[in-house]
């Protein structure tokens, strides 16, 4: 249910600050039905299941790990929790902003801000990925729903 929240939120900021607009052909280009089918998967589906894992799954938790090692110096650890979801979050955004080169459009930073950090508070608090991957995947489920609207 958390994981619904974070989506629901994270989407009804998005879409005041940078609505959706667009038709739901056009992220995907020139496609016939099936090719949109698949996109649609991907985009719903696979990439936020792959992303989460690897994102929230491998990475924060293992610089949360490294963070509160017994090793001095040792962070708390909330604060260790704080920078692995900074750090991650960073990287998740940098990755959904390099097809846009220089000019990256407000709403191509805002979205994968919200649900960086949305997902990670969740994987940081559950200590489970699972309701981060629910909110990832219905706010690009929204996203998609709201261009065939």
Do not use: C, K, W
């Amino acid at each position: 249910m958390l994981g619904v929240l974070v989506a629901l939120v994270a989407r009804a900021v998005v879409e005041i600050v940078t609505p959706t607009r667009g038709s739901p052909l056009s992220p995907f280009g020139d496609t016939d039905a099936d090719q949109l089918a698949v996109s649609i998967v991907a985009v719903v589906l696979f990439a936020p299941i792959i992303e989460e894992l690897f994102f929230r799954g491998a990475v924060q938790r293992a610089l949360q790990a490294l963070l509160t090692r017994p090793a001095r110096p040792r962070l708390p650890s909330r604060a260790a929790a704080a920078v692995a979801i900074g750090v991650t979050t960073i990287a998740f955004v940098g990755l959904h902003a390099v097809p846009y080169g220089g000019a990256v459009p407000l709403g191509a930073v805002l979205a994968p801000l919200l649900v960086g950090v949305g997902a990670g508070v969740l994987t940081a608090a559950t200590g489970r990925i699972a309701a981060g991957v629910v909110a990832h995947v219905l706010f690009n489920a929204a996203g998609i729903a709201l261009l065939l609207v």
